[in-house]
């Protein structure tokens, strides 16, 4: 199993270093779970949320990638998109083990459908969908070998974080302008490059940036959840000759919890984004220089220290032999008197 180094940005590293050294980590770490022969739905879940990864990295510096940003999202897409079936059949089933963990007996015909359509995905024929991701993700890793050289600085981070802050902000008051699952999702998304750009960026101030990403996370874990239910309430749709009384009862426990997520959601969603866009830019711009800074000052001691002759060796001091200590006095000596 490959371990990414950190899914951060190095001082000692370029943008551009930075970014192409954690995306070919992050379609390796891809790749090998998919062709892990272990546990597969957990390979389908690690491998899916290291292409969440790599695609975050990708919008964080999109604008120093050109026309090339385009074709390695949407080719990560696709891969994604390959997993997707296995995994929303895995998720309607655990989901509904959540919501019900002790279902009443006109509830269990449902759970047993459910998970006979999870099994039904995971099948033999199921394994030509991950092979294929596999292969696609493969040869984005191969691109990167023609990874842009760009050297815009700043500039190319804050274009990100300006989408994802400000997407996201505004994500979140669509979503409850009109609160249909799709909305919600859009501002999920928002959520979750915010969170992995935050991570990215954790280098600039490390107490307050991982303090940052946990409440982002934990705005994500909730909106993941509420998502889950979506997925829930597709797959009970979908299921033949099953009980309308039962679909109403779990679709009114699962419209219960989704009220519940979506309450604590807004509670932190207006904590998160209390500051404005450009505040919020300006604020980011200003811990990126410091932190810069301090490389450049490291950097010049570095080349300052390289630059430097060599000491010379210092000769060999001399070494003293310590003096005597004095023989005593014969004890039939007289002594001297005290004057």
Same mark, same amino acid.
């Given at each position: 199993?490959?371990?990414s180094m950190a899914y951060r940005l190095a001082r000692d590293e370029s943008i551009p270093q930075g970014a192409l050294r954690i995306l070919q980590e992050e379609l390796s770490e891809a790749v090998s779970r998919l062709r892990d022969p272990g546990d597969v739905d957990a390979g389908v879940h690690g491998a899916r949320k290291a292409i969440k990864r790599a695609r975050a990295l990708l919008r964080l510096v999109r604008a120093g990638l050109g026309p090339q940003f385009a074709r390695e999202n949407h080719a990560l897409r696709d891969a994604a998109r390959l997993l997707a079936q296995r995994r929303d059949a895995a998720v309607a089933a655990a989901t509904f083990e959540q919501l019900v963990p002790e ?49 815009? @600085? ?5 274009? @990100?974080?300006?989408?994802?802050? @400000? ?56 909106? @993941? ?10 797959? +009970? ?66 080349? +300052? ?14 070494? +003293? ?19």
């Amino acid at each position: 199993m490959v371990t990414s180094m950190a899914y951060r940005l190095a001082r000692d590293e370029s943008i551009p270093q930075g970014a192409l050294r954690i995306l070919q980590e992050e379609l390796s770490e891809a790749v090998s779970r998919l062709r892990d022969p272990g546990d597969v739905d957990a390979g389908v879940h690690g491998a899916r949320k290291a292409i969440k990864r790599a695609r975050a990295l990708l919008r964080l510096v999109r604008a120093g990638l050109g026309p090339q940003f385009a074709r390695e999202n949407h080719a990560l897409r696709d891969a994604a998109r390959l997993l997707a079936q296995r995994r929303d059949a895995a998720v309607a089933a655990a989901t509904f083990e959540q919501l019900v963990p002790e279902p009443p007996p006109n509830l269990v015909p449902l759970r047993d459908a459910l998970l006979a359509a999870r099994d039904a995905v995971a099948g033999a024929a199921a394994a030509d969908p991950l092979a294929a991701a596999a292969a696609d993700l493969e040869l984005a890793h191969r691109r990167t070998e023609r990874w842009p050289t760009f050297t815009r @600085g700043w500039p190319v981070v804050e274009a @990100g974080l300006k989408t994802s802050y @400000g997407g996201g902000r505004r994500a979140m008051r669509e979503a409850f302008r009109d609160p249909s699952p799709d909305a919600f999702h859009e501002w999920r998304k928002r959520v979750k490059d915010l969170w992995y750009h935050t991570l990215l960026l954790q280098g600039v101030w490390k107490t307050v940036q991982l303090a940052w990403a946990g409440a982002l996370e934990d705005l994500s874990d909730a909106l @993941g959840e509420d998502h889950d239910l979506e997925v829930l309430r597709l797959a +009970v749709a979908a299921l033949p000759d099953t009980d309308p009384e039962a679909r109403r009862e779990l679709l009114a426990r699962a419209d219960d919890r989704s009220s519940e997520l979506r309450t604590a959601a807004r509670t932190l969603g207006q904590r998160i984004y209390a500051e404005p866009p450009r505040r919020y830019l300006a604020r980011m711009r200003r811990y990126w220089e410091a932190w810069r800074s301090d490389e450049r000052r490291a950097a010049e001691a570095r080349r +300052v220290a390289d630059a430097a002759p060599p000491r010379p060796e210092a000769p060999p001091s001399e070494v +003293v032999p310590p003096p005597c200590p004095p023989e005593p006095a014969p004890a039939d000596m007289p002594q001297e008197p005290d004057t």
